[in-house]
């Protein structure tokens, strides 16, 4: 174990980090993306401090091979820009790097400064970045080309206490951003962490802020939860926790007021092909029956029935199933494709052209003779 130091005002050193070698981290360099060490180790060939950060660092330590790799870096998105030809600077306030390998997509940030607060935009140091993040599990740092793991906040014994620690204070950190309430159950349950009772508390106490979130931002969490092994699990505290009702506000009151929904609903996540089914399969099953004899039946339409159905039918479906996710706004043909999915396990075969299809009018101009 080494440990970094740093400099105070007055010229005294002081402990700024514990740093991990590979014999105590125990990282599988095996379980590492081969863009990710090439983004990381391009950037340090030109001057500029750079790490794997957050996430995949946390499941690297937990011996889980990570989808996402996100990297943080010391050169500002211009200077990245300039290294990375295959790039794109995105965001306007909080401007960011867009590596592209193919269909993926590599986000990097610039060292944030706290000078403004934990949400302001001006570049700084590694420690004031690292500060700026949310949770201790998610703030550790990892240097592929040294295998070394640099620790600033003690982030390493809190995962294997099994303990969820803020590093924001309390008092500020959901009311800077809600949306980590929802990451603060998703990074519990991954990572086999315990949410401290205060904390909890705080959750429960601050959760209707989540009203304020943009329907797109509410998008993206879910999206990246039902896509995750353990969605079933994430979904299942989420509504526990009082939270998942600002995600899918009809799914969660159904939930607690039908027993075989919410069993069905959440076993329905660990057996989807599409994500995205998951979310609407259930719902379906309720709302179109064997027979028109349902009590719960707002489309008025059976399975048997729609083998037969019309353009209008199957329209009907796509906007009440629309109606039923929100505020989830996914890219239509993703939710017509866990639609057709549903379909065709009842025998349906709805061709494309079934949602697809367009009405279109064109205005013609008569030409008036000269």
Known sequence: MLIRYGKEKDGKLIKKAVVYTSNEHKINAAD???????????????????????????????????KDFDIVTSATPAKIKRIF????????????????????????????????GHS????????????RRDFTCNALLYDPGKQLVVDYVNGINDIKKGVLRPIIPSELIFKDDPVRMIRAVKYAVVGGLSIPWRLKRRIKKEAELLNQVSPSRLTEELSKIIRSPAASQIVEELE????????????????????????????GFNQ????????????????????????NKPLQLS???????????????????????????????????????????HGID????????????????KKVPQ
């Open 303 to 345: 399975w048997k029935e729609l083998e037969k159905g019309s353009f209008e039918d199957y329209r009907a479906v796509f906007q009440d199933v629309r109606r039923f996710i929100l505020p989830m706004n996914p890219p239509r043909a993703e939710l017509e494709q866990a639609l057709r999915i549903i379909f065709t396990e």
């Open 272 to 295: 989807s092909i599409f994500p995205l089914s998951a979310l609407v399969r259930d719902y379906l099953e309720l709302t179109i029956p064997s027979s028109k004899q349902s009590l």
């Open 32 to 66: 590492l993306d081969r863009e990710a060490v090439f983004i990381t180790s391009r950037l340090r060939a030109n001057g500029h401090e750079s790490y794997i950060v957050g996430g995949a660092v946390r499941d690297l330590i937990l011996g889980k091979k990570p």
């Open 85 to 116: 030809r295959n790039s794109r600077i995105i965001g306007r306030r909080f401007r960011l790097v867009h590596v592209y390998f193919g269909p993926r997509i590599f986000e990097v940030s610039t060292f944030r400064s706290l000078k403004d």
């Open 120 to 131: 302001s935009n001006t570049y700084g140091t590694i420690e004031d970045d690292v500060l």
């Open 240 to 267: 526990k926790t009082g939270l998942y009702v600002y995600l899918q506000k009809e799914a969660s009151a159904l939930m607690k007021n039908n027993s075989a929904f919410r069993a069905a609903y959440l076993a």
């Open 350 to 365: 709805v061709k494309k052209s079934r949602f697809f299809e367009r009405v279109r009018t064109r205005k013609r101009t």
